[in-house]
């Protein structure tokens, strides 16, 4: 971390690699966090002093007082959804109104958005992407065709902004046959939301971010989540609606490329999916429901059962490379602890020909090449330093660094705050 400039932090898998957990570790070295992309999808947990927490659109650094926190422009914003949040972090005594900041730029997302994504999802048939319903894609579709409402719209005049946009919508939703629908207790919520939100700072935020670096502040760009659900670069079309990836830390905050510092990789022991998509080392058997019950993984705000295999290093090579990752986090290691063996996929077989770079279909005639590696067999939930690792597992961390060519500075072994260790 270099005071001046901006430090980007991003999953490298297909999101819910533990973001959240890392941002509040982190926190303490910076003095501003800002959110640059996505929105209320994407469920960051916390965990500390025996409570835990979800965040959706909020800034993991807020439970870190006198920091300041930023909704960047490119984040799309459910005022509702945004107030019950709000809301219970008030409740258990943190104060957003002097520290969290929202940029005018960011995009609305309306009850009628909702409506087009279930109506946009229907019509796909079988080839549902597996979106969380939350309008998220119908937002950015607005935004890219100059259709959007922003937070700086809300004004005077918005009660007739807001109109325009909802007769818009309803006639897509006629065209589609979605007409059974009735949105009135949604949209009152929806309405309380905005009052509530003019309570808070609302900033040009990238005059406020360069101003902050100008002055020698350090800033956290915290993303959501994660590389290969990128629309350019993950596996589409089963990606989410924004660039997840480190240049859209730049668009989605409006920074400048020569100020990124160092870009924080993060990744799984193993791997995980949710939703509709390929994903090449999935586990159909008794492992992958055995990793998925140890490592507890259901979605944060849909409660989705993940998708479950080995760490696919294909994938986390193309992302380190798009990204350009200078030091990777693992996260989850404690999840493997009990495993006799290990697998890590190394390469495919794609009709016939072994291939060792992520290519532009993963969708059908892949199939992984593993690499098998012993287990450590120990519980390392309870360990303060990397010393007390056991030698498999040393073994494991040093096999991942030279396969991915990049150093794995941060490894957790548990979902508290303090089970994080940090390498020398």
Not at 232 to 243: L, Q, W
């Amino acid at each position: 971390m270099i005071k001046g400039k901006v430090d980007v932090l991003l999953g490298l898998q297909w999101g819910d690699e533990g973001k959240g957990k890392v941002v509040d570790v982190l926190t303490p070295q910076y003095d501003v966090v800002a959110r640059f992309q996505g929105g209320p999808n994407a469920g960051h947990t916390l965990e500390f002093e025996g409570e835990k927490y979800v965040l959706r659109s909020i800034p993991s650094g807020i439970f870190q007082g006198g920091k300041v926190n930023i909704i960047g422009n490119g984040v799309v914003l459910a005022p509702d959804l945004f107030m019950e949040e709000a809301r219970d972090l008030e409740k258990s005594g943190h104060d957003l109104r002097s520290r969290l900041h929202i940029s005018r730029k960011a995009h609305l997302i309306m009850p009628t958005h909702r409506l087009l994504d279930a109506a946009y999802e229907a019509a796909k048939g079988k080839s549902k992407v597996g979106t969380t319903g939350k309008g998220i894609g119908p937002t950015y579709t607005d935004k890219i065709s100059r259709n959007g409402l922003r937070v700086g719209d809300i004004d005077d005049r918005f009660m007739e902004k807001y109109a325009a946009h909802k007769a818009r919508h309803e006639a897509i939703l006629k065209s589609l046959n979605f007409t059974d629908y009735d949105i009135a207790e949604v949209e009152k919520k929806w309405m309380e939301g905005i009052e509530y939100m003019k309570q808070f700072k609302m900033v040009d935020s990238e005059h406020e971010i360069n101003e902050m670096l100008r002055s020698g502040k350090s800033v956290l760009c915290e993303g959501a989540q994660g590389t290969m659900l990128d629309v350019d670069f993950g596996s589409y079309p089963f990606v989410t609606s924004s660039n997840t990836i480190c240049a859209g830390a730049c668009s989605g905050l409006g920074i400048g490329p020569n100020k990124i510092g160092e870009v924080y990789g993060i990744m799984k022991a193993y791997c995980t999916r949710v939703g509709a998509g390929p994903f090449p080392t999935e586990l159909f058997d008794e492992t992958g429901a055995r990793i998925r019950a140890l490592g507890h993984e259901y979605g944060a705000v849909t409660g989705r059962e993940r998708r479950c295999g080995w760490i696919d290093l294909v994938p986390l090579k193309y992302a380190i490379m798009v990204n350009g990752v200078t030091q990777l986090i693992m996260m989850k290691s404690d999840v493997l602890d009990d495993f006799d063996t290990i697998k890590a996929c190394v390469a495919y077989k794609q009709n016939g020909r072994q291939i060792d770079y992520f290519p532009y279909n993963i969708e059908e005639g892949i199939e992984p090449v593993y690499r098998e590696l012993p287990g450590w067999k120990t519980d390392m939930t309870k360990f303060t330093s990397e010393e007390q690792f056991p030698k498999a597992f040393k073994d494991y961390i040093s096999f991942l660094e030279a396969q991915l060519e990049t150093p794995i500075k941060i490894i957790s072994i548990g979902p508290d705050r303090e089970q994080t260790i940090v390498r020398k």
